[in-house]
């Protein structure tokens, strides 16, 4: 029996059980509440980042209450606690981030919890007002619903998990509002203990997807792996080479810069591209 630990939302379900239907093992879903679950009315950014969503779960594999987590990657910061490990890292979504509800224009408000969304939101709209927007999928399209907002922003990988790609008035390309670092992925996390989980979790990793999501991560580790800052990077990779567009600016959009390279090593090219940046 392997255990696997999820946050308890719609979605971390969906991921959680998508894995367990691919293991072949007997399974059960542990559904461990993080900090970042509980904090709902306040930016990510302002009470600590990305490990919110992810210290908990990790602090069960390390206990062993746990044998195998499943993140969305881009919950992940980019160092891991010592004693565990990305096992898998299985074919990626689609990374867009997508709107909902009324096309932008001059005066709308528009929902997101993101920094990076809100910055670049507001490159492409100087005129939009954007707003706070906490809670889970389902939690912000009835908030969209019920006028709160005249438009929202979400991750369309999430959406087309669920069932509500037909929600998605538009798709953004990865070119105007480059996408957060592992977005559209899913992380399978475990003790580096060369146990049976680690062994069963790798047969579900997906080679491009690695690299590409590797050399995001490099490049966010050069700015300290957190979402404190505003902060996106996109890897495509072909037979030959890895592509990787970033974004990164003050947190109040100031001084944004946009860069791009082509390179053959994922965390060398990661970290090339963050020194330009910087």
Not at 32 to 50: F, S
Not at 177 to 202: N, S
Not at 238 to 262: C, K, M, W, Y
Request: glycine share 8%; hydrophobic share 40%; proline share 4%.
């Amino acid at each position: 029996m392997i255990v696997i630990g999820s946050r308890g939302s719609q979605l971390a379900l969906w991921q959680a059980r998508h894995i367990a239907a691919k293991l072949s093992v007997e399974t059960r879903i542990e559904i461990i509440k993080t900090t970042g679950d509980k904090i709902q009315d306040v930016p990510l950014a302002l009470v600590g980042g990305k490990g919110l969503f992810t210290k908990e779960i990790e602090e069960a594999l390390l206990d062993r209450r746990i044998d195998l987590a499943v993140h969305s990657l881009k919950d992940m910061p980019s160092d891991l606690p010592a004693g565990l490990i990305l096992s898998a890292i299985p074919e990626r979504e689609d990374p867009r981030d997508a709107l909902l509800g009324a096309p932008l224009k001059e005066g709308a408000r528009v929902g997101t919890s993101s920094l990076r969304r809100a910055v670049q939101l507001k490159a492409m709209h100087r005129n939009v007002f954007v707003e706070t927007l906490r809670g889970n999928i389902d939690t912000r399209i009835r908030k969209l619903d019920e006028g709160q907002y005249d438009t929202i922003v979400l991750a369309a990988a999430g959406l087309r998990r669920l069932g509500w790609a037909d929600r998605i008035s538009e798709l953004i390309p990865v070119d105007v509002m480059i996408p957060a670092v592992g977005q559209g992925a899913l992380a399978i996390e475990t003790r580096d203990d060369d146990g049976e989980a680690q062994h069963i979790a790798c047969t579900l990793d997906h080679q491009r997807s690695r690299i590409a999501i590797t050399a995001e991560r490099a490049f966010l580790a050069v700015f300290g792996g957190g979402c404190q800052v505003p902060i996106g990077a996109h890897a495509t990779v072909t037979q030959s080479n890895i592509h990787l567009r970033a974004f990164v600016s003050e947190p109040d959009g100031s001084n944004a810069r946009r860069d791009e390279l082509t390179g053959t090593d994922p965390v060398s090219l990661g970290r090339e591209l963050a020194e330009r940046l910087l």
